[in-house]
């Protein structure tokens, strides 16, 4: 699986307004609703799963990396987006390594497909142990950019 | 590998969702708990079982059969908990 199999082009935020965690999940969160991804009436719900999940245990990952994620049935294909952060101290996130993140990958699974979330997950982590793939997400200032990179390849 | 060699036990992953980030980060929490070297297995990947993004790349669905690998001069205390953990059904998280 590619990032770019889930990765919803229009609901990439190549800069990311909110500063918290919770703030960014409700940023992302509604940014796939705005891009079509799921109905009005499931927008909060959504929110509210990924927000639980969180609590459960953050999903930073280290090196300034998070993948907050939940399943939800308002889906019914995987889903996801990128965030960038390019607040100063960047986004506190509970990480394992304690470091604050800037790129933030929000997965939305369908609650039947395990095989699916595990393959996204499986790409997100892979991909992001690339340094150079990294440094040049970090780089990008537009959708375009975000984009173009996560489609050269991955 | 220690003077008493690897113990190795076969689990059967339990998780409807298979071994996801949450379940392989309790693990790894728990491996880290040991001294020895804990190592799993899926086929031909081989995951760190003290690190849980290692494990996610295992891509472990469920059902799938994981070899359990525990080196150290504490496997034989490790090895029973280690694997009723990689096993365990979880929660629907």
Wanted: charged content about 25%; some cysteine; proline content about 4%.
């Amino acid at each position: 699986m590619r990032m770019s199999h889930f990765v919803v082009r229009d609901a990439i935020v190549p800069t990311l307004t909110a500063t918290t965690r919770d703030e960014v999940i409700r940023e992302l969160v509604r940014s796939l609703h705005a891009a079509g991804q799921f109905l009005n009436t499931d927008l909060e719900d959504v929110i509210r799963a990924v927000l639980r999940r969180e609590q459960l245990g953050s999903t930073g990952i280290g090196r300034g990396i998070a993948i907050p994620h939940s399943r939800h049935a308002a889906v019914s294909q995987l889903v996801g987006t990128i965030g960038l952060s390019k607040a100063d101290g960047r986004i506190p996130f509970d990480s394992i390594d304690g470091e604050p993140v800037d790129i933030v990958v929000l997965l939305i699974s369908p609650q039947d497909r395990p095989g699916d979330h595990l393959r996204a997950l499986e790409n997100v982590v892979q991909t992001m142990r690339d340094d150079e793939f990294v440094r040049s997400l970090r780089a990008c200032r537009t959708r375009d950019e975000v984009w173009a990179l996560i489609t050269g390849g991955r | 590998m220690s003077a008493n060699g690897a113990i190795r036990k076969t689990v059967a992953v339990a998780n409807p969702n298979g071994l996801h980030m949450r379940p392989a980060t309790l693990f790894a929490l728990a491996a880290r708990t040991y001294r020895s070297v804990v190592t799993v297995w899926n086929g031909d990947r081989r995951a760190d079982g003290k690190s849980s993004l290692d494990l996610i790349l295992l891509v472990a669905l469920p059902g799938a059969e994981l070899v359990l690998e525990v080196d150290g001069d504490d496997a034989a205390d490790a090895i029973g908990p280690l694997a009723d953990l990689l096993g365990s059904p979880g929660e629907d998280t």
